[in-house]
């Protein structure tokens, strides 16, 4: 049982290029996350999805689309990255008691 | 607004010595209220969480927190530190209802002193 798993775990990119991040859980969940954190700045919702099919934005969504390929899987694009972009990103999935856990972060660096 | 505010931005603490990490909601029910911790370069562990029922809920590594209603609180206290325990905490609300995410407070970052 690996709980939440991410893809790459480090990243560098340019300017405009574009990116997507994997996540995956197996823990039969219905909801996952996506969060971005920066220095002081605790994690920010970017997007979610309450279940299979759905997603919603979050707190700061601009810039970024995601996909809710299936239950396990909830990926996050950045089609043009930008130097505002850099951040730890994580992905979270919860349970149906509202307990979200939590994987184990991508670095991405924008020049 | 739903918010939540970690005072400290910092606290040092002797190794051995006992530690509070303070904690403020910004909500007119009560929320659903969790403590997590990030060793550096890793993701969130979930100490321990309060959804209703006893205000003094324990969790993981020996850490406890108590609701307190009536000051909008959910402290986390550990009554003996270890060096290990040097990380960032972050304190965490949500309003219960919906699927939506997690709101968290801008963390603490615990130094531990030999």
């Known amino acids: 049982n690996a709980g939440v798993t991410q893809t790459p775990k480090f990243q560098v990119l340019k300017t405009g290029q574009s990116m997507t991040l994997q996540c995956a859980q197996d823990m039969n969940h219905n909801s996952m996350y996506w969060y971005r954190q920066d220095p002081g700045m605790g994690l920010r919702l970017i997007y979610y999805s309450a279940s299979e099919g759905t997603t919603d934005k979050g707190e700061v969504p601009n810039g970024y689309n995601v996909s809710r390929l299936n239950k396990r899987e909830f990926s996050l694009r950045l089609e043009s990255a930008a130097p505002s972009q850099t951040s730890v990103y994580f992905c979270a999935s919860r349970t149906v008691q509202e307990t979200q856990y939590f994987g184990p972060g991508t670095r991405l660096l924008v020049l | 607004a739903q918010s939540v505010t970690q005072p400290d931005i910092h606290i040092t603490v002797s190794e051995g010595a006992s530690l509070e990490l303070r904690c403020n909601y910004s909500?007119?029910?009560?929320?659903?209220l969790f403590w997590y911790v990030q060793s550096p370069g890793q993701g969130l562990q979930l100490l321990l969480k309060?959804?209703?029922?006893?205000?003094l809920v324990q969790g993981i590594k020996g850490f406890e927190a108590e609701f307190k209603r009536s000051q909008s609180s959910f402290n986390l206290r550990k009554p003996s530190v270890h060096w290990s325990d040097a990380a960032e905490y972050f304190c965490a609300f949500h309003s219960g209802g919906g699927a939506d995410g997690l709101t968290f407070g801008k963390g603490t970052h615990l130094i531990i002193q030999p």
């Open positions: 309060y959804f209703s029922g006893d205000t």
């Open positions: 909500y007119g029910a009560t929320p659903y």
